[in-house]
């Protein structure tokens, strides 16, 4: 399975989580080396870094471990391969311009029905390489085109009802734990994931809040952020808790949006 | 003034030049610190690096030198600010997907009066920064998406068309030295540039093709790529020679294709 991470923080943080520890987390060991990738936001664009290798093996990684830009928004994904060769245009996670801004997109599931789903085609954006999660991406972006003609951010209600659909669209097909950022904000959604019992079923994801006050000391080494003397505000999502304390499961076809490490809406979860 | 360096080649090469290098040889020392950025293509996909800062200072850019991918196609940039902040969004080289392939801009020189010129508004491409450069980027792509709307690339004459006008319109505006690359083929746009006699005059590009036999020696240090076993054809395209042989300057508005280190296009310049 592969491995999802997103950080929203109220302070620039310097993300130094070792990729190889979130990919050993996730499941049996050596199963996702198949790509890995790191998008870390400034401002409206993207500092994105991806390698179609184990991140087990991977200079860049150990470079980002200590030298990544900080960031208020980051997302990550491990991958494990079930659709698409190894290839750098099939390592998430997936990137486009939408609006002036650089949207971000990660996904954990398996959806093979996609590209014959009508309701899913794509429109002016096209995948440039052969998995079902960029098709998923390229089909969300031109359902949020329309959204975005304006100068600024379209109401997060407007962006929450277009997801939502999407994502139950998507539910229909196989597992679809996704993580979406379109510069503004980051929303999450959780369906179901292969568990260690064998079964595919929920929690897929699992979300962490956390407030440090001023001047405390940011105790966090284990989600592998520096620490840092203001007051700070964080949200963690992740495939699988990264630290003992906090983390609560997402429910199945929950929606979550967050900004600068502030869960600012939610849609709770359906039945399927 | 900004830096331009591309390089295509028959066989995928490990380019350990040195940004500093390129952006010391290019001007007065220290001008163009404001950022540094080298898009390696992988398949139809890129590899982007990109900093806001002086390439000089960057760990990423020592990373790189022992460490980046190979490729038979590269598009690096070094920058001197005119026009928007020193950030992320400014720093190029600039990436989009069209027709299912990531394509690559950077340019050289200065058009201030783009964002009122009709004819070069934009389309569906919107600027994630400020430059006058991702905004004759985003135009472009505006022009040739109708181009793009089949399976494989459109016709490269099609092409070289669309760009000879485009390019003509920028040559209006100021000095636009720019490569430009569509996951096919690399088109490189030589105008005019500040020389070291303080004009803005031709050359803006110079361009060098060599052969490399089989087994031969790629004693090729100079232009810093690696030595290579095979038969190897590359042709190196910068703002200066970056070696002290074989480099021809382009003519005013000439208008270069390549493709796998092939020269497969050539519009001669303009007296404009």
């Known amino acids: 399975m592969c491995e999802l991470l997103a950080l929203s923080s109220s302070q620039p943080l310097r993300l130094t989580f070792s990729l190889q520890a979130l990919a050993a987390r996730g499941g049996p060991a050596g199963r996702s080396h198949d790509g890995w990738g790191v998008a870390f936001y400034q401002g409206s664009d993207v500092a994105l870094f991806r390698e179609p290798v184990a991140a087990a093996n991977s200079n860049l990684v150990r470079h980002l471990e200590s030298h990544g830009p900080a960031t208020r928004l980051a997302i990550s994904h491990i991958r494990h391969a079930t659709q698409g060769e190894v290839s750098l245009a099939n390592t ?12 971000v997109f990660a996904h954990n599931g398996d959806l093979p029905a996609i590209s014959g ?22 089909a969300l972006l031109g359902r949020m085109a329309s959204l975005w003609r304006g100068d600024g951010p379209p109401r997060l209600q407007c962006r929450l009802t277009v997801l939502a659909t999407f994502a139950a669209e998507l ?49 966090d080494r284990g989600a592998g952020v520096a620490v840092k003397a203001e007051s700070t505000t964080a ?38």
């Not at 996670?93 to 949207?103: A, D, I, Q, S």
């Not at 699992?206 to 940011?218: S, V």
């Open 92 to 103: 998430q996670p997936f990137v486009r311009e939408l609006g002036g801004r650089t949207h």
């Open 117 to 138: 789903r009508k309701s899913l085609s794509l429109g002016d954006y096209r995948p440039v390489g052969q998995t079902d999660s960029e098709h998923a991406f390229c």
């Open 171 to 219: 539910r229909a097909l196989g597992p679809a734990n996704f993580l979406y950022a379109d510069g503004d904000a980051l929303f999450a959604h959780g369906h179901r994931r292969l568990q260690l019992n064998g079964r595919a079923e929920p929690p897929g994801l699992w979300i962490r809040q956390r407030r440090c006050p001023a001047n405390g000391e940011l105790a």
């Open 235 to 272: 949200v963690w999502i992740a495939s699988v808790p990264l630290t003992e304390d906090e983390w609560r499961p997402m429910s199945c076809g929950e929606l979550a949006a967050v900004r600068d490490g502030e869960i600012i809406g939610n849609l709770p979860g359906s039945s399927t």
